[in-house]
């Protein structure tokens, strides 16, 4: 696999909050639990984290849920793809959308949508997609684009 560790968030999954570390190799495990209070990650009602992680694992629904926002990323990406004043900058693998946007709508369109300048001297964005954007959310984005340019 290649893999050591991996950490599992959830609230870009539909949690409220938690990370899970997981250990391939159990060794790498053997002082975790040290490290995780003296880091100040311990919460103090465990039970509750868990919970969420729980339902989530439940018959996949991780799983799809990460599906759809990545399928809303790809509808994104095919949608500002066709305006020529956009450049996507990265390929889109995941949720994220990282783009050179002409700076002078920037500010404009953050005004109505969050997101982050990913590298400002260049003018790159990084839009994010999660469980719960829908597909009328990216319509109205990228008319709110065009709109602006």
Known sequence: MGLDAVSFGCTKNGGMFG??????HP????????????????????RFVSAQ???LLKDGLWQQLASHANQMAQKLAAAVSQIPQIKITQRVESNGVFAIVPPEIIPQLQSEYFFYMWDEHNHEVRWMTSFDT????????????????
């Open 19 to 24: 990370e899970v570390i997981i250990f391939f």
């Open 27 to 46: 060794e790498l495990a053997e002082n975790f639990k040290y490290y995780r209070k003296q880091g100040m990650q311990l919460a103090s009602k465990m």
């Open 53 to 55: 992680y729980t339902e």
């Open 134 to 149: 829908q597909p009328e959310d990216i319509d109205s984005f990228v008319a709110k684009i065009k709109e602006l340019l």
